[in-house]
């Protein structure tokens, strides 16, 4: 089974529906509750999309949101070993670099889920788009 995580802008397209890319974040995400892959995500990927739909929508339903989502997904850890990392990386983006090191520190991620692939340049890990990403699923069947 696939292990990828899922970067912020693919929850993002999900969650507010930006066309075209809410199609096939919401395949990812699909493939996340049939099983079919094994989705993570990060804390602070939880704390930027609450802070994001908050600006749109009440507590309460930003909070089911962000529970239907830790449902079908695993939470990577961001501990010492990953902040040290991402802050002496040659990453240009902060948060990309703590997406990147708590995959890649996890040590059982197997790629990342972005649309953002150049911020993750430096990244071990395989990079793909959502679309190419399915693309290759999809290949696969």
């Keep these: 089974m ?21 199609d096939d974040a919401a395949k990812v995400l699909s493939l996340c509750e ?3 892959i094994k ?6 990927i939880i704390s930027n999309v609450y802070y994001l739909l908050r600006q749109t929508s009440t507590h309460e339903k930003v909070i089911e949101k962000l529970m239907q989502l830790v449902t079908i997904t695993e939470v990577l850890s961001t501990d010492r070993d990953v902040i040290v990392k991402a802050l002496t990386s040659n990453f240009k983006d902060f948060e990309d670099a703590l997406q990147n090191y708590s995959a ?11 649309r953002n692939i150049k911020d993750f340049k430096y ?6 788009t ?6 290759t699923i999809n290949a696969r069947r």
């Design 2 to 22: 696939k292990r990828v995580l899922i970067d912020t802008d693919v929850i993002l397209d999900f969650f507010f529906d930006r066309k075209p890319f809410s």
């Design 34 to 36: 049939s099983r079919e």
């Design 39 to 44: 989705g993570f995500i990060t804390s602070v």
């Design 104 to 114: 890649e520190l996890n040590g059982k991620i197997d790629l990342i889920v972005t």
């Design 123 to 128: 990244s071990a890990l395989g990079v793909m």
């Design 130 to 135: 959502p679309g190419n990403y399915l693309k």
